[in-house]
Nanobody, 123 residues
Framework: QVQLVESGGGLVQPGGSLRLSCAAS????????MAWYRQHPGKERDLVAA???????NYLDSVKGRFTISRDNAKNTVYLQMNSLKPEDTAVYYC?????????????????WGQGTQVTVSS
């Protein structure tokens, strides 16, 4: 079993900052990628930022220069530093890990999701 636990969401004024964290635990063998998605009410879940092997990253165009994704391999944790927040960043944010487990270490990688954390940007 693998569990992802998110923290760090909340209410912030426009121009403010928040840092999201997502820690994975359980029978993890190899993490292929870590990512953050967000979902606006009534919309599909969109990729915000991802970090693949090493430090290769990619970002949604609208967050480039404002958001930074990083990882702590020793803690199986991914972070999303969000600066210069805008009202349109308001959404539920989900972390995503693609990984293999000890039960099938060289098998198919699977998706695991965090529980979601609300980020609200409002004055």
């Amino acid at each position: 079993q693998v569990q992802l636990v998110e923290s760090g969401g909340g209410l912030v004024q426009p121009g403010g900052s928040l840092r999201l964290s997502c820690a994975a635990s359980g029978s993890i063998f190899s993490i292929k990628s870590m990512a953050w998605y967000r979902q606006h009410p009534g919309k599909e879940r969109d990729l915000v930022a991802a970090i693949i092997t090493g430090s290769n990253t990619n970002y949604l165009d609208s967050v480039k220069g404002r958001f930074t994704i990083s990882r702590d391999n020793a803690k199986n944790t991914v972070y999303l530093q969000m600066n210069s927040l805008k009202p349109e960043d308001t959404a539920v944010y989900y972390c995503n890990f693609v990984l293999t487990t000890d039960r099938d270490p060289y098998g198919v990688s699977r998706n695991y999701w965090g529980q979601g954390t609300q980020v609200t940007v409002s004055s």
